[in-house]
């Protein structure tokens, strides 16, 4: 009887412990920063000739329009805990003319010839001299989704524009 008593009395603590763990998770949100020449490129060799690759951004210094494409670096967990809850791009316009950047956001992945994505386009006009962001956040995703678990990015700099930076937001567990 007595060894009975202690089984469940070690059950009862286990089963505190268990739960004072989950309890107490905190999780708090972070934001990473990163310049644009760090994480994107010319789409192809043909536009590399047009950007000037800068330590405060990626700069489009002719005057036709280029394309490049970028990726977020994640470390999504298993559970998706860490998921995107903002994606961001800050552009500059150089030019003395308002200009539009169109960027679409490419949330998923390709396996062989499977691509399971979604394709979110938004674009901003930036006033000369100025700079201005475009976001996304999950509820801009078709599909209803909670996080941007992928992030992918494809965007036309006009002439006289810079990709300055990008931010991803999310959240993560810190634990007690």
């Known amino acids: 009887m007595r060894r009975i008593g202690l089984s469940l009395c070690s059950i009862g603590l286990m089963l505190a412990c268990s739960m004072a763990s989950t309890a107490m998770a ?10 644009a020449v760090g994480m994107c490129k010319a789409s192809t060799p043909a536009y590399n000739a047009s950007l000037r ?3 405060l951004g990626m700069a489009n210094e002719s005057s ?17 805990t860490r998921g995107a809850r903002r994606v961001f791009i800050v552009v500059g316009n150089t030019s003395s003319a308002p200009k539009t950047v169109a960027c679409t956001l490419v949330n998923g992945f390709q ?8 394709y979110t386009p938004k674009s ?4 000369a001299g100025a ?3 475009i976001e996304w956040v999950p509820g801009d995703i078709a599909g209803g989704t909670d996080q941007i678990k992928l992030p992918a990015l494809s965007c036309n700099l006009p002439g006289g524009t810079t990709l300055q930076y990008t931010g991803k937001q ?7």
Request: charged share 15%; glycine share 10%.
């Open 111 to 118: 396996s062989g010839t499977t691509t399971v994505a979604t």
């Open 170 to 176: 999310y959240n993560e567990d810190v634990g007690a």
């Open 53 to 55: 690759n800068r330590p």
């Open 124 to 127: 901003v006009t930036v006033a």
């Open 64 to 80: 036709s329009a280029v394309y490049v494409t970028c990726n977020w670096q994640g470390d999504d967990t298993q559970n998706g």
């Open 26 to 35: 905190v999780e708090i949100s972070r934001q990473d920063f990163q310049g």
């Open 131 to 133: 700079a201005a962001t």
